[in-house]
T-cell receptor, first 115, second 115 residues
C-alpha cells in the first residue's frame, strides 16, 4: 500500500540554523511523483516542488534543497539558514497510480524558527 | 489570477445539523479535489471531480457526505447530519491537467467544528 511517513512531528530551530525535514514513502509503483507543500499560518497549502521517480537529481532553489533517494525511499527537504518566515507546517505527498492521481500525504512536520 | 477560494473559513455547528462548504477553483481548472485533515493526522483524499463528473469518490467517509459540482465550476460539500468525528479542516484543490506530474493548487481550507 502507498504510504508517506513524516516521523518528525515538530522541530524547533534558531534562526540561521539549517534544518532537514524527513519524508519516507512506500509505493509499489515504478512511476510516481513526490511533492512538498508548505502550510503557513494563513492555512493554504503552498506548492514547493514536484519530483518524478525517474529523476534522482537533487534540486536547489534558493535556501531550499531536496534530496531524493530511491534506494532508501526518501525525499528529504533541507532549509539552509532558516528564517522566521519559514515557520509553517510542511507536508510531503505521493501521487498514486490510477486515473485520479490523488495525493497521499504524510502527517506533516511543524517547523518553528525562533528569532 | 485568483487562487482557490473556500467558504466559510470557519464553521461551528451542533451535532445533527447540516453544513455546506463551498469551493471556487481556479478559473479554467477542470479538476477539483476535496481533502480533509482530522486533527494531527494526515490530509486524506475525499473525492475528485473532472468538470461536473465525479471521477473518484473512494475517500468519502459515508453517505452523510454529498459533493456536487454543478456546471463544472464551483463545488459544494454538504455534511448532513454532522457528527463529532466530522470535525477537521476541509481542503479544496484544483488542477488544470490531470496527471501525476501536475501539482494541485489548494485553498486555505474550511475549519469545521462539530460540538
Amino acid at each position: 500500500a502507498q504510504k508517506v511517513t513524516q516521523a518528525q512531528t515538530e522541530i524547533s530551530v534558531v534562526e540561521k540554523e539549517d534544518v532537514t525535514l524527513d519524508c519516507v514513502y512506500e509505493t509499489r509503483d515504478t512511476t510516481y511523483y513526490l511533492f512538498w507543500y508548505k502550510q503557513p499560518p494563513s492555512g493554504e497549502l503552498v506548492f514547493l516542488i514536484r519530483r518524478n521517480s525517474f529523476d534522482e537529481q537533487n534540486e536547489i532553489s534558493g535556501r531550499y534543497s531536496w534530496n531524493f533517494q530511491k534506494s532508501t525511499s526518501s525525499f528529504n527537504f533541507t532549509i539552509t539558514a532558516s528564517q522566521v518566515v519559514d515557520s509553517a507546517v510542511y507536508f510531503c505527498a505521493l501521487s498514486e497510480e490510477g486515473g485520479t492521481y490523488k495525493y497521499i500525504f504524510g502527517t506533516g512536520t511543524r517547523l518553528k524558527v525562533l528569532a | 489570477e485568483a487562487g482557490v477560494t473556500q467558504f466559510p473559513s470557519h464553521s461551528v455547528i451542533e451535532k445533527g445539523q447540516t453544513v455546506t462548504l463551498r469551493c471556487d477553483p481556479i478559473s479554467g481548472h477542470d479538476n477539483l479535489y476535496w481533502y480533509r485533515r482530522v486533527m494531527g493526522k494526515e490530509i486524506k483524499f475525499l473525492l475528485h471531480f473532472v468538470k461536473e463528473s465525479k471521477q473518484d469518490e473512494s475517500g468519502m467517509p459515508n453517505n452523510r457526505f454529498l459533493a456536487e459540482r454543478t456546471g463544472g465550476t464551483y463545488s459544494t460539500l454538504k455534511v448532513q447530519p454532522a457528527e463529532l468525528e466530522d470535525s477537521g479542516v476541509y481542503f479544496c484543490a484544483s488542477s488544470q491537467e490531470q496527471g501525476r506530474d501536475t501539482e494541485a493548487f489548494f485553498g486555505q481550507g474550511t475549519r469545521l467544528t462539530v460540538v
